[in-house]
């Protein structure tokens, strides 16, 4: 079982990145999927979150309007594209796929917004 995160990277304030979520050795479609972010010293924020259907989302009041969440269940895979970047966003973002039973984590992927 595997997620990998990819995308990741420096950009400028005001610009856009497309992380993507690449899962492998289970079913995705039968699993929630969420981004959170780290930002150094400070705990993980829920960024948003896609049902395992893809037809709900939610996201962090920080970040509505900016970015979108997205899956792929035919191939396994979750995106969350950002825009107007800020520095704050600057963190390492962490790909998450939950059911009732199972969670599985991402190594993550880092975000460096410069202003």
């Known amino acids: 079982v595997q997620l990998v995160e990819s995308g990741g990277g420096l950009v400028q304030s005001g610009g856009s990145l497309r992380l993507s979520c690449a899962a492998s050795?289970?079913?995705?479609?039968?699993?929630?999927m969420n981004w959170s972010r780290q930002a150094p010293g400070k705990g993980r924020e829920l960024v948003a979150t896609?049902?395992?259907?893809?037809?709900?989302?939610t996201y962090a009041d920080s970040v509505k309007g900016r970015f979108t969440i997205s899956r792929d269940n035919a191939k396994n895979q979750v995106y969350l594209q950002m825009n107007s970047l800020k520095p704050e966003d600057t963190a390492v973002y962490y790909c998450h796929a939950y059911n009732r039973v199972y969670h599985y984590w991402g190594q993550g992927t880092q975000v460096t917004v410069s202003s």
């Open positions: 896609v049902s395992s259907s893809g037809d709900s989302t």
């Open positions: 050795g289970f079913t995705s479609s039968f699993y929630h």
